[in-house]
């Protein structure tokens, strides 16, 4: 699937959690050099992070498996808040995308 035909949900959730992902990338090793041990496992979350925004850019099936497993452990292990909406209208999207996805 070319770029021209990815979600304009997705594409703006891919931004947004790009962002985040680098930021808290940088808060990690700031934490590294406090407490080595729980900087190096925290800095795998951004990674991650890093690793499926990139797949559900290049619309990746994969990738929107991924996010939406980590979608439903969230929901169920934190209290649902409006933030909620932007990942479920991305599953959503990538879901009545899916035939069209690698």
Same mark, same amino acid.
């Given at each position: 699937?070319?770029?021209?035909?990815? /979600?304009?949900?997705?594409? !703006?959730?891919? %931004?947004?959690? =790009?962002?985040?992902?680098?930021?808290?990338?940088?808060? @990690?090793?700031?934490?590294?050099?406090?407490?080595? !041990? +729980?900087?190096? %496992? =925290?800095?795998?979350?951004? &990674?991650?992070?890093?690793? !499926?925004?990139?797949?559900? #850019?290049? =619309?990746?099936? #994969?990738?929107?498996? +991924?996010?939406?497993?980590? *979608?439903?452990?969230?929901?169920? @292990?934190?209290?649902?808040?409006?933030? =909620? %909406?932007? /990942?479920? &209208?991305?599953?959503?999207?990538? *879901?009545?995308?899916?035939?069209?996805?690698?």
């Amino acid at each position: 699937m070319s770029t021209a035909h990815r /979600p304009l949900i997705i594409t !703006i959730a891919v %931004i947004l959690g =790009m962002i985040g992902a680098g930021t808290a990338f940088i808060f @990690t090793l700031f934490v590294v050099g406090l407490i080595p !041990i +729980v900087g190096i %496992i =925290m800095i795998l979350f951004p &990674l991650i992070q890093i690793a !499926i925004l990139t797949g559900l #850019w290049r =619309m990746k099936r #994969w990738a929107l498996i +991924v996010y939406t497993v980590f *979608f439903a452990i969230d929901a169920i @292990t934190t209290p649902p808040d409006i933030f =909620m %909406i932007i /990942p479920l &209208l991305v599953i959503i999207a990538g *879901f009545m995308n899916y035939r069209d996805m690698d």
